[in-house]
T-cell receptor, first 114, second 114 residues
Framework: GAGVSQSPSNKVTEKGKDVELRCDPI?????LYWYRQSLGQGLEFLIY????????KSGLPSDRFSAERTGGSVSTLTIQRTQQEDSAVYLC????????????FGPGTRLTVT | AQKVTQAQTEISVVEKEDVTLDCVYE???????LFWYKQPPSGELVFLIR??????QNEISGRYSWNFQKSTSSFNFTITASQVVDSAVYFC???????????FGKGTSLLVTP
């Protein structure tokens, strides 16, 4: 079956612009996660969605970051007024549920802020 | 607090050698889950294995084997008769009932040369 897909694969933007990153999870997976991978910080958790429950936003680094998940499926991560330190690979993952299940990752979006 | 330590930053071996990647974890939860992921040069994180805290049985899958020891809080990964295709960054991760995100170690970069 189809895995997790993300778009775009690469995004170059100027400092101060807003960007939207999209994630399409595996069909039937109720849990969706966003992570960020950068050289200095490793893999960091950003936000988590489970079904129709309120998301866990505890990992978002600032209020410039937000995410939504429509219809319990596709998710969009938005970064407003991008900064150079936002440059990283943004990874989306999904799992069957939130009970310690393995998470399946998408290919990521490489964001470069110039 | 939860923490995963992968003390080996980089390992280089010659093809057909056996190699063990170390993972030490910290958690106060009694129910938790441990994972290993592989990130090849292409960049996509690939799920390898999941173990729960109540199952200390070692597992073997082809050339891969995992040794879970609660007494030493370790979950080590051994590749037998390594191959060039095993070259990748390997991440150990922890998840428990007190959170939904995967807590990743910093990763071990494995280079297998012919």
């Amino acid at each position: 079956g189809a895995g997790v897909s993300q778009s775009p694969s690469n995004k170059v933007t100027e400092k101060g612009k807003d960007v939207e990153l999209r994630c399409d999870p595996i069909s039937g997976h109720t849990a969706l996660y966003w992570y960020r991978q950068s050289l200095g910080q490793g893999l960091e958790f950003l936000i988590y969605f489970q079904g129709n429950s309120a998301p866990d936003k505890s990992g978002l680094p600032s209020d410039r970051f937000s995410a939504e998940r429509t219809g319990g499926s596709v998710s969009t991560l938005t970064i407003q007024r991008t900064q150079q330190e936002d440059s990283a690979v943004y990874l989306c993952a999904s799992s069957l549920d939130n009970r310690g299940r393995e998470q399946y990752f998408g290919p990521g979006t490489r964001l470069t802020v110039t | 607090a939860q923490k995963v330590t992968q003390a080996q930053t980089e390992i280089s071996v010659v093809e057909k050698e056996d190699v063990t990647l170390d993972c030490v974890y910290e958690t106060r939860d009694t129910t938790y889950y441990l994972f290993w992921y592989k990130q090849p040069p292409s960049g996509e994180l690939v799920f390898l294995i999941r173990r729960n805290s109540f199952d200390e049985q070692n597992e073997i899958s082809g050339r891969y084997s995992w040794n879970f020891q609660k007494s030493t809080s370790s979950f080590n990964f051994t590749i037998t008769a390594s191959q060039v295709v095993d070259s990748a960054v390997y991440f150990c991760a922890l998840n428990s009932n007190s959170g939904y995100a995967l807590n990743f170690g910093k990763g071990t970069s494995l280079l297998v040369t012919p």
